[in-house]
């Protein structure tokens, strides 16, 4: 009989532990994520760097994302509402996409704005212009001013000719507008997509001057490795 009870113990104490087994952490996460325990109606926001356990449901609010790393190094994106278990998505996971999370990134801060940019010009680096000496006016001064949100929805609307023109254009004249780190991330993207490294270099080169706090660099230094 102690021989049974000390084996049910046992069972007990192994269960209890493989439920709680840690597998992974919260690496990116825009909107509201939730966690539970099986078993439980309580429900938690979740967290970056929240550690996620075996034993937790996970659900996402309205048009949230969350992109989970496991111990062993690979990535889940999810973006899909509805409750999952975390044993499930670590099953059947797949890599995240850098190129999915940066858009969806971009795009929840867009549609948070409140107000557009003031468009001020910023200044237009010396040694991307040329300036003739006899020329004393600046050179945008002729030229019509780029508008962020026109080169913002060509790029949602997957005009890449025209989203790249305006872009372009527009982190010129606005190099530190807090727009142009969103023009970067559009521009790093559409030229990913033309498999043009060269032009990925570029922009990466000039987000990391003006914005080299900005999560794009990570998001893409990340997916790189």
Same mark, same amino acid.
């Given at each position: 009989?102690?021989?049974?009870l000390?084996?049910?113990?046992?069972?007990?104490?192994a269960?209890?532990?493989?439920?709680?087994?840690?597998?992974?952490?919260?690496?990116?996460?825009?909107?509201?994520?939730?966690?539970? %325990?099986?078993?439980?109606?309580?429900?938690? %926001?979740?967290?970056?760097?929240?550690?996620?356990?075996?034993?937790?449901?996970?659900?996402?609010?309205?048009?949230?994302?969350?992109?989970?790393?496991?111990?062993?190094g690979?990535?889940?994106?999810?973006?899909?509402?509805?409750?999952?278990k975390a044993?499930?998505?670590?099953?059947?996971?797949?890599?995240?996409?850098?190129?999915?999370?940066?858009?969806?990134?971009? %795009?929840?801060?867009?549609?948070?704005?409140k107000?557009?940019?003031?468009?001020?010009?910023?200044?237009?680096?010396?040694?991307?212009v040329?300036?003739?000496?006899?020329?004393?006016?600046?050179?945008?001064?002729?030229?019509?001013?780029?508008?962020?949100?026109?080169?913002?929805?060509?790029?949602?609307?997957n005009?890449?000719? %025209?989203?790249?023109?305006?872009?372009d254009?527009?982190?010129?004249?606005?190099?530190?507008?807090?727009?142009a780190?969103?023009?970067?991330?559009?521009?790093?993207?559409?030229?990913?997509?033309?498999?043009?490294?060269?032009?990925?270099?570029?922009y990466?080169?000039?987000?990391?001057?003006?914005f080299?706090?900005?999560?794009?660099?990570?998001?893409?230094?990340?997916?790189?490795?």
């Amino acid at each position: 009989m102690k021989t049974n009870l000390k084996i049910m113990i046992l069972l007990f104490l192994a269960n209890a532990l493989l439920a709680q087994q840690e597998l992974g952490k919260v690496n990116f996460l825009l909107g509201d994520a939730q966690f539970s %325990k099986e078993g439980s109606n309580q429900w938690t %926001k979740i967290k970056i760097n929240d550690k996620i356990f075996s034993d937790y449901l996970i659900k996402l609010v309205d048009d949230a994302e969350l992109e989970i790393k496991w111990l062993d190094g690979e990535v889940t994106s999810l973006a899909t509402s509805g409750i999952k278990k975390a044993v499930d998505l670590r099953k059947g996971g797949t890599s995240g996409d850098w190129l999915g999370k940066v858009k969806n990134q971009i %795009k929840v801060i867009v549609s948070n704005k409140k107000e557009a940019q003031a468009k001020g010009v910023a200044g237009v680096r010396r040694d991307e212009v040329n300036i003739s000496k006899q020329d004393t006016s600046l050179f945008w001064q002729n030229a019509e001013e780029a508008d962020f949100y026109e080169g913002y929805t060509a790029f949602e609307n997957n005009d890449s000719a %025209k989203a790249i023109k305006i872009l372009d254009l527009f982190v010129k004249q606005n190099p530190t507008n807090p727009n142009a780190e969103l023009a970067y991330g559009c521009l790093i993207m559409l030229y990913h997509q033309k498999n043009d490294q060269a032009k990925v270099d570029n922009y990466l080169k000039l987000l990391k001057v003006d914005f080299p706090n900005s999560s794009i660099i990570s998001s893409y230094e990340e997916s790189s490795k």
